[in-house]
Nanobody
């Protein structure tokens, strides 16, 4: 079974940067995309970015376009999320997930495997 482990979260000042990693292990063939999601206290979980497992096509939420970059290292079975110019309101638990239905990769309900999340805090 597929396992996902996030890392790279932590404390960063407003305007700072972090790079999150999502490492996949186990059976890594039965998914169509890897997505990054975030959930802040009192808010719904939202999609941040998605990368296809086949052609590396990408999706970004409007709020992060131009600041975040998703990428993949196939040799390491790892997906990264480079986050620049972070804002305080973007403090959240960030999750990576594997899309298993192959239909709508920006719909969180398409994702069958989830990591445990990594905390990102944006504060002075």
């Amino acid at each position: 079974q597929l396992q996902l482990v996030e890392s790279g979260g932590g404390l960063v000042q407003p305007g700072g940067s972090l790079r999150l990693s999502c490492a996949a292990s186990g059976f890594t063939k039965d998914y169509y995309a890897i997505g990054w999601f975030r959930q802040a206290p009192g808010k719904e979980r939202e999609v941040v970015s998605v990368i296809s497992s086949s052609d590396n096509s990408t999706y970004y939420a409007d709020s992060v376009k131009g600041r975040f970059t998703i990428s993949r290292d196939n040799a390491k079975n790892t997906v990264y999320l480079q986050m620049n110019s972070l804002k305080p309101e973007e403090a959240a638990v960030y999750y990576c997930a594997a899309e298993t239905r192959g239909y709508d990769p920006i719909n969180q309900y398409e994702y069958g495997y989830w990591g445990q999340g990594t905390q990102v805090t944006v504060s002075t």
